[in-house]
């Protein structure tokens, strides 16, 4: 979106409010460039707050299949100790 700005204007009104013509001039470049860059929409934002909201969606997943491994490991590593410990104290 860029905003449609009359510049000879602008310098005009400057200069009538005490500015010099190259700092009129200067100011109303600065305001063009800084106004012609695209700025986001609504719509634009939308986009972006749905794209959040199935990141966070997929790290929740994430989550939880890791801790469902991490418990599995966890588990199967406390199997082998207690094997472990029996075996090596003649408890077999």
Same mark, same amino acid.
């Given at each position: 979106?860029?905003?449609?700005f009359?510049?000879?204007?602008?310098?005009?009104?400057?200069?009538?409010?005490?500015?010099?013509?190259?700092?009129?001039?200067?100011?109303?470049?600065?305001? /063009? @460039?800084?106004?012609?860059? =695209? #700025?986001?929409?609504?719509?634009? &934002?939308?986009v972006i707050?749905?794209?959040?909201?199935? !990141?966070? /969606? @997929?790290?929740?997943?994430? =989550? #939880?299949?890791?801790?469902?491994? &991490?418990?599995g490991?966890?588990?199967?590593?406390?199997? !082998?100790?207690?094997?472990?410990?029996r075996?090596?104290?003649?408890?077999?």
């Amino acid at each position: 979106m860029s905003v449609a700005f009359d510049t000879l204007k602008f310098v005009e009104k400057l200069e009538a409010g005490g500015f010099t013509h190259a700092q009129a001039k200067a100011a109303a470049e600065a305001f /063009a @460039e800084a106004t012609s860059q =695209e #700025l986001a929409t609504k719509s634009d &934002l939308l986009v972006i707050r749905s794209d959040i909201s199935a !990141v966070r /969606a @997929e790290m929740r997943e994430l =989550e #939880l299949r890791m801790t469902v491994k &991490l418990g599995g490991l966890t588990i199967g590593a406390t199997g !082998v100790l207690i094997a472990a410990m029996r075996y090596f104290t003649g408890g077999h």
